[in-house]
Structures are given as structure tokens and as C-alpha cells.
């Protein structure tokens, strides 16, 4: 491909060049004489614009030297030309924000935002855009062998680019070249992909992933409550008491409940020590239920009512529940004066009726509703038996004490790998135009 442009003044639209075609190209004075080979490509990230060029690298004798872009005079498919013989000789230093093509972004995978997915860029294109270079696209296909005779341009026509903007690079904690830089776009991703991504991460990947998350609390506690258990435990094993009971006070008190337990006995009371009061109470006492029973699966987030509630206050109280999870709020539990568990009103009944009617004269009474001790298996069988999304666990007083929710029950009772499965999206999952997601 050639673009006679200067990398410095605007060109003609769609002026692009991908890095395999640049990369060992001969650097060359205005006079034509070489002065060494181009080894990589310097770009610099910005928040929500594309990578900018800064230059090239250049072997030049035994030095890596930085060729600034403004310094090259015109790609003309041969060389890179310079517009002047004089080049600072210094051994090239990256700068903090700059990444290097070659060695940090085709060495390294990509996170494929779209897919949540781990990809491996085989080829990058840069283009010149309002007088700037960037980093526009990525290939991401991999290369097979031509056979002979055929034209190196019409593997290029049949092998689609994508743009840079799709994809997170995972360009490496060690080099330090972009301390605290941008990660925003893994946000797109649900907490459950974000596991999915750690799970198939090498360790390094894991490191880099892990300290962006970190980056916003409540993703991270997130993170964590979908992991692989024996995964979440290590990972938390390797980090100190403080910044452990940082994540499990986030994190719904089951879940926290399950992480304690996977730490080394001596470990334990130092991190529930840490942890705020009142986390500390409910994981403490998740912890003195067997882990495969109704006690150690329930969770003891829940919403509870006085039968005397009026519809449109237990509408209301939905409404201000924010911190409950989801699927705790499908139904209300409904109690008797005594605090005895009376009945459940589903959700939707409850926006169905008269909002000046008792929760006590639409919920359905006598529920469904096991102990503690109560087998997961057993559980699951009520479940399908019943069609229920939920069960509320209760004492031999029949006052309530935890909420066991469909999720938590399959995850007790599908197969210990079932979380290193093959990862596939259902039919029709990305069916029609897919939109971008802000932030």
C-alpha cells in the first residue's frame, strides 16, 4: 500500500496502513540513504479517541531509536523516509501512556468487547485522520499459509478488520508503560463475562484484569460473587486481611460466608475482624449452617412486611430496597403480628392490586417454606414441584431467618465444572443491530 502524505499534513481520506507492512521497512535520509529498519510502532492511549501515533522505533546499528512521526516525510511503500538526516541517536525510552504495536499489543491478547471474549490480534491498521495518524482497526483472524501464486492484496480484501474501539488491550502490568489508564470499556461487560474472562486469563492476564476492576469497588464485589469459588478463594488468598474484608463487605453475605470459609483457618477471624458490623453478623452466622444445606445456601437480605401494610407502602418500600438483590425482591413476605412468617405476595400481584388494599387480604397464605437444615436437593425438588423462584428458610418458630433463590440452588446443584464449560452465547443472542452501550 502507499501513502506518498506526510504523516504531518492532512491527507486524502482513508490514507491506511497495517503494521505488517510497516514493520522492518528500511528508514531512510531525503537522499535515499539507509540508516537502519523500523522494529515497532509507538502509540499513545486517550480516553475516548483512538490510539495516536507518536512515531516508530528504529534499529539503528546496536540503538532502538524513536523516529517521531513528524520527522517522516512520506511512506511510499519502500521506506520510511525522514525529512532530514539529523536523528536524535538515544536509545528509545517508553514514555508513561505509550505502548508499542509489536511488542505490547501482537504480544499480548485482546479482550473482545462485544463477545467478552479473549482474542489474539494477528495484524493492526493505522490511519491518517484529520492530520493525525491512529490506531483505527484490528484483525483479529488467523493467518494461514497462501498458497503459491497468491497476491498478498487479495488476502488482505478477504481477511475484515474491526474497529480498535471493540476490543480492551491486556498490554501487561509489568512494563509499567500505562499506570492507571483507562479500562472503561470492560464496564460494557456483565460481572458474570468478567469472570468468564478470568477464568480463561493466563496469570498475568488475571493480574491486569484484577487491578482495573479494583478500580470500582462494587464491579469488583460483583466479580467475585460469580467466580468459580476455588478461583475466588485463591485469588483473595494472595492478598492481604484488609483488602480481602475490603471486597467480602461488598459482597452478598452468602457469598462472603462461602469466601471465609476457603481461607486458612488462621486467617479467618483477622478478615471478619475487619469487616463492618453488620456484614460481620450475617456472614458469622451463615457460617454455623452445614454449606449444603437450606442455612449455608440462604441468603439474609430479604423484605418483610407487617400483614397491615396497605399495597401502595409495600410498593413504595420496593422502590427504596436497593441494596437487595433482584431476585430476593420477586415476592414480599408477609409477617403476623408476632413476627410469624403469614404468607408471600408476588411482585406482580402486588402492582396488580388495589393499592389501597392489606398485604394481608392479597398474599397467599401458608407458603412454601423449609428449614435450615433442610437438603439442597430437597429444595430443588420443591422448586420445580412448585414453580418457585424462591423459598423463604425459617426457625422452628416459623419466623423468618434467610431466602433461598433459584440461582442459588442451581449453583449448588449443577456440576462442580460447570463453570469451565465451553462458553457459547444462545440462538439469536446478538439477533439485530447492536448498540453501544455509554460510558
Known sequence: MTCDESPSRPAAAGCTLRLSELLKRPITTPAGEPLGRLSDVVVRLRDAELPLVIGGVGSVGDSEVLVPVEQVSSFDGESFQLTSARLDLRRFTRRSGEVLLRADVLGHRLIDVETGGLTRATDVEVQQRAGEWVLARVDTRRRRRRPLGHRRASARRQRPLRDWSRFEPLIGQTSGAVPG???????????????????????QEKTEILGHVHTDPELEADVFEELDENLAIR???????????????????????????????????????????????KVTTLLGFHPASA?????????????????????????????????????????????????????????????????????????????????????????SDYNLFTIPVVDERRHMIGILTVDDVLEATLPGDWRRRQSAQPPNARAGKTYDVPG
Open 295 to 383: 442455612g449455608g445456601l440462604m441468603g439474609v437480605d430479604y423484605l418483610t412486611l407487617p400483614a397491615s401494610t396497605p399495597v401502595g407502602q409495600a410498593l413504595a418500600a420496593v422502590g427504596r430496597s436497593r441494596t437487595l438483590q433482584p431476585e430476593a425482591l420477586t415476592s414480599i413476605h408477609v409477617l403476623a403480628d408476632d413476627g410469624r412468617l403469614l404468607g408471600i405476595v408476588k411482585l406482580v400481584s402486588l402492582v396488580q392490586a388495589d393499592p389501597n388494599a392489606e398485604l394481608g387480604e392479597v398474599c397467599e397464605y401458608d407458603p412454601i417454606r423449609v428449614g435450615a437444615g433442610t437438603g439442597v436437593a430437597d429444595v430443588a425438588v420443591l422448586m
Open 235 to 281: 485469588l483473595l488468598r494472595a492478598r492481604a486481611d484488609a483488602e480481602i474484608a475490603e471486597v467480602l463487605a461488598r459482597m452478598r453475605a452468602d457469598d462472603a460466608a462461602d469466601a471465609i470459609a476457603g481461607l486458612p483457618q488462621r486467617r479467618r477471624q483477622p478478615v471478619l475482624d475487619l469487616m463492618p458490623a453488620g456484614q460481620r453478623i
Open 181 to 203: 489508564r483507562p479500562f472503561g470499556r470492560i464496564r460494557r461487560l456483565k460481572p458474570a463475562q468478567i469472570a468468564d474472562l478470568l477464568e480463561e486469563a493466563s496469570t
